[in-house]
């Protein structure tokens, strides 16, 4: 069984910083591909970030330059710092495998980043 429980959220300033995470359980975490995925109201989810198990990342272009992707293996853990954020950045972030396969029974609930003045 997977659990995916992503934190961080909340609201921040335009071009302001936050760092979001995603603690995973289960025994395979190591040799996925993860990935930070969006949802904002009426569009679809998007993949914003991903990074392989052994650590290259790729960045959506709306994003490139300002959010990182990171990961510590030992603590399951994945990372999302997001810099220099922008009001259209404004969703509910979600960690997943990337591709998301047959991880898609196993989204968390996701967290609320604001980005507004």
């Known amino acids: 069984q997977v659990q995916l429980v992503e934190s961080g959220g909340g609201l921040v300033q335009p071009g302001g910083s936050l760092k979001l995470s995603c603690a995973a359980s289960?025994?395979?975490?190591?040799?996925?591909?993860m990935g930070w995925y969006r949802q904002a109201p009426g569009k679809q989810r998007e993949l914003v970030a991903s990074i392989t198990s052994s650590g290259s990342t790729n960045y959506a272009d709306s994003v490139k330059g300002r959010f990182s992707i990171s990961r510590d293996n030992a603590r399951k853990t994945v990372y999302l710092q997001m810099n220099s954020v922008k009001p259209e950045d404004t969703a509910v972030y979600y960690c997943?495998?990337?591709?998301?396969?047959?991880?898609?029974?196993?989204w968390g609930q996701g967290t609320q980043v604001t980005v507004s003045s």
């Open positions: 997943n495998r990337d591709p998301v396969g047959s991880w898609n029974a196993y």
């Open positions: 289960g025994s395979f975490f190591i040799i996925y591909a």
